[in-house]
Every structure is written in structure tokens, then in C-alpha cells.
């Protein structure tokens, strides 16, 4: 009988559970309870299988979530949006509008660059810094400044107070909403 059992409870602890239908039907209900009761101790022991997978699924998941962060950047626009300095307190918000935005104008072979240098361009800066619905703080990300300056130069060069469709154009909304225009993932022009 504990050979019958022995067989039993090995084939069993790998996955063949027709040997303890076996067991069952060639032993007394005791010996086998007793067999039963130490493959489940021995099961209960061991660490869970879905504990494994969790465990491995965390890991896949921050190994993805870390190469987003560290290894994704916006190649589209090779402009750092840290660049330009936050401007002195002193100065009024055209000035400093004026000064940001200027940055991205300067050449590296020229050091003055003539900021605004167009009506349109004029306008623009203008429009952001005093009739802007959205009044975008001047410490805001500089790239963010610039890509609504950009917004609003299209706008006043190609005259759109004259479009047909010019829906949320120098509303408060984000420039991704201005109709004809369109972003990246990053809400970048």
C-alpha cells in the first residue's frame, strides 16, 4: 500500500493527477487523506506562480517606463527649451517677452540681432505680451513662449483676420486647438 501511495504522490508532484484517482481507488480513505494532506503542505511552501509573473511584469514595465523617460526626446525640434534665461525682474512683460523670444532669433556669428524686425513680427510680440487671453507667465518654458509667438506671426503675416476658418486663433486655448495647426505628443508646434 505506501509503495502504491509513494508512486502516487511522486507522479502527481509532476503533474499527473490521474495516479491519485489511482491511489484513491486502491487505498483506504486514511492513508490517503494522510499522503493528501503532506502534498498540500509541501505545495503550499513553495512561492505562488502568479507572484513570479507580477514580479516580472513590474520589472518590464519600469524597464519601458525608464527608456521613455531617459531615452525618448523630441527630435523634432532641436531648440532646448531651457535656453534662454528667465529675464530680470525690473523689466515690463514686453521687454522680457522681447528678450526670450529674441534669443531663438540670435545667430551665434552675430551678437546683436535686430528684435523685432518686422511690423508683423512686432504685432505678434504685442499680442503676447499685452492682449494674449491666455497671459502665459514670463518664466513660463521658453519653448512654449516661442511656439506661441510662432502661432500668432502666422496669423498676423498671412493676415487672418481675412481666413474663412480661423476657429480658437488667439483664443486662450492652446495653440494645438488653433484650426490648421498641429502638434506633437509634447503639444509642440
Known sequence: VDEVVNRAVQQAMVGR???????????TTGAVIVRA???DNSASNRFPRWCIILVCVVIVFS???????FGLRD?????????????????????SLKLIIGKF???????????PSSLDQERALIWL????????SVNSLPATLLDRYLA??????????????????LSENSICFWEGLGCNNRNRL
Open 129 to 136: 505680451s499685452k492682449t494674449d487671453p491666455k497671459e502665459l
Open 152 to 169: 500668432a506671426l502666422l496669423y498676423f503675416s498671412l493676415s487672418g483676420s481675412s481666413w474663412s476658418k480661423r476657429d480658437f486663433w
Open 105 to 115: 532669433y540670435s545667430n551665434k556669428e552675430e551678437e546683436t540681432v535686430s528684435f
Open 17 to 27: 493527477d490521474e495516479a491519485i484517482d489511482l491511489a484513491l481507488k486502491n487505498m
Open 37 to 39: 494532506e503532506k502534498i
Open 75 to 95: 527630435k523634432e525640434n532641436p531648440i532646448d527649451p531651457t535656453e534662454a534665461p528667465p529675464p530680470p525682474l525690473s523689466m515690463n512683460r514686453f521687454d
Open 63 to 69: 524597464i519601458i517606463a525608464l527608456g521613455l523617460y
